[in-house]
Each structure stands twice: as structure tokens, then as C-alpha cells.
């Protein structure tokens, strides 16, 4: 058994491969599963060759739902969470829905520890909302009750991310479509950062493109970052257990968008598992000024822009 796990780590080295394994193993089981009013654990065991379910109540991770009234000063659109059809799973906890006949997306709070990050992204979002290269808000999800937060609405962009258009079609992007998105996701992250905010997880998987080949940023937060896009002065920081949230910041997210750029011209759907220092190859025709990006990847915060 030890053996044969260790041949799927191996083989599954993207994170998209390993969630689609995990849902086709107990895609059969969901509908014997007892799930619990609060939050159910799932823990997937192989156990002599069959696929063991283990179901217990997470206590620790209940959510207490923030009211309305956090809210209300924004004046946004309030939708029963009961208005909205189901329509497919895309990520965490990221659903696509329908609203009316339109398909949206619902973001849900991810876990008990997180209800101030979703409360950072909404008021981002809403003073964003003149902004042509952010992802639409369009209203805040609540429960049936009217009274507390359940999630957020935002536009649903028909081409997915970055990430996926990459891993899907390496060499078929043309320059002029990749240069156009690269001058869109800059317009995108200076308008974040105009606004007083930062995008915290600027990554190739958190820019969208929609269904007219525009680039949108999604998901601002201070969360952090996947292993692999974390700055180089943030490395101390993680390795002695800190909360690398508190040093999120202007230069860290410069810091991603020239690794994010550096994926757009080498059309790289995982920048992160990359060594270092990410290099563009000189005989590569791409503007001078492109290549330029590579500034942001600095060492140094202070060379960085």
C-alpha cells in the first residue's frame, strides 16, 4: 500500500489532478455519506485496496457567520442564498451558480479563521467595482433568515484562469493575446493598489478570462500564497511559523505579478515549482520592455519598483 500511494504522489504533481482523483474516489460513496448540520469531516483512507470514508463532526471549524449589518454601509445587493441554483463545483469553496438564468460564481467563508479576509474582499471588491480588469461584484449572499453573510457574487468568466488556459493550450496562445492580458492584469493590479488595497494572492491561477478574451483579477485577500510564490524575505518568516498575512504588502504583490508575467511569456502553468531565478531564454522574441519584468522578481522589496 505504502508503495502504491507513493506512485500517485508521484504521478499527481498538480494540484488540479489530485482534487479530480479525490472526487472520482468517492464520487460512489457521497450518497451513503451522513453528513452532520455543521461541518462534516471527510477523512479518505486505502485500506486493503478499497476506499475506507471516515466521518466525523469538525467542531473547530464551524463558521460564525458575520450580520448584515458589517455589511450594509455598502449598500449592495442581498440575495437568499435559497435563490440561487447549483450548478457545478469549481474549486474549494467556489461554486458556479445560476442567479435568474445567469451564471454567476459563489464564494463561500472558507472556515472560522477567515471571516475578516472575506470581509477584506468584499469591501475591495465593491470599491473596485468601476475597475475594467477586476472581477464584477455583483451582490452579497445571505442566509434565508435575511440576517447574516453566507458569501459573495461575483461574474463567472467563461475562459477560467490563466493557470488552465496554459496547461490546456501551451503553444497555441499567440504573443499579441498574452501581452494584451499581461497590460490588463498591470492595469488591474494598479487599481487594486490605488484603491489602498492589496491582492495578497496573485497568482497565474487567480486571473480569469472571460467570454471576451478579457483578463480579470479574482480572489484579493491577505491569506497568503501557495508554497513555491511566497517572496524571498517572507522565507525566515514561514520557516519560524509566523502568520505571513501580516507582511503582505505592495512589494509582495509585486513580487507575484512578475512571476505571474514571467508565466504569461513562457505560457507556464505552475511559475511556482520553477528554480530560481526565473529566467526568460534570450532567443525568445518578445519586446525588450517585457523582459524588463523580471525586476519584480527581485530580491530585494526595494528594487522591485
Not at 489530485?18 to 464520487?27: C, F
Not at 441554483?85 to 469553496?93: E, R
Not at 438564468?101 to 459563489?106: A, C, L, M, N, R
Not at 504583490?253 to 514571467?262: A, K, R
Amino acid at each position: 500500500r505504502r508503495q502504491r500511494q507513493m506512485c500517485i504522489r508521484d504521478r499527481l504533481q498538480y494540484h488540479r489532478e489530485k482534487n479530480a482523483h479525490i472526487y472520482e474516489s468517492i464520487r460512489e460513496s457521497i450518497d451513503e455519506i451522513q453528513f452532520y448540520d455543521t461541518v462534516t469531516n471527510l477523512k479518505l483512507e486505502t485500506r486493503d485496496g478499497r476506499l475506507h470514508v471516515h466521518v466525523t463532526e469538525d467542531v473547530n471549524e464551524v463558521i460564525i457567520f458575520p450580520p448584515i449589518s458589517s455589511v450594509e454601509y455598502l449598500n449592495p445587493l442581498f440575495i437568499p442564498e435559497s435563490e440561487l441554483d447549483f450548478d457545478s463545483h469549481l474549486s474549494g469553496f467556489v461554486y458556479r451558480v445560476k442567479y435568474h438564468g445567469k451564471d454567476y460564481v459563489k464564494k463561500e467563508i472558507t472556515g472560522p479563521d477567515t471571516v475578516e479576509e472575506f470581509l477584506y474582499e468584499i469591501n475591495a471588491l465593491h470599491a473596485l467595482l468601476d475597475s475594467t480588469n477586476v472581477i464584477n461584484f455583483r451582490a452579497i449572499v445571505v442566509d434565508d433568515s435575511g440576517t447574516l453573510v453566507k458569501g459573495l457574487l461575483i461574474d463567472y468568466a467563461e475562459q477560467g484562469a490563466l493557470a488552465d488556459l496554459f496547461y490546456d493550450f501551451k503553444g497555441e496562445l499567440s504573443w499579441k493575446r498574452r501581452e494584451r492580458w499581461a497590460k490588463q492584469i498591470i492595469k488591474g493590479l494598479g487599481d487594486i493598489h490605488e484603491a489602498g488595497f492589496v491582492q495578497g494572492d496573485f497568482t497565474v491561477s487567480n486571473v480569469v478570462v472571460d467570454e471576451h478574451d478579457n483578463a480579470k483579477i479574482i480572489d484579493i485577500n491577505r491569506r497568503g500564497c501557495p508554497i513555491g510564490w511566497e517572496p524571498p524575505e517572507f522565507a525566515k518568516k514561514l520557516e519560524s511559523k509566523q502568520r505571513i498575512s501580516m507582511y503582505i504588502g505592495v512589494k509582495s504583490d509585486l513580487y507575484q505579478l512578475g512571476m505571474t508575467l514571467w508565466g504569461l511569456a513562457m505560457e507556464e502553468d505552475e511559475p511556482g515549482r520553477q528554480p530560481r531565478p526565473l529566467l526568460i531564454p534570450e532567443d525568445m522574441k518578445i519586446p525588450a520592455y517585457f523582459r524588463s519584468c523580471l525586476l519584480y522578481t527581485s530580491p530585494s522589496p526595494r528594487d522591485r519598483g
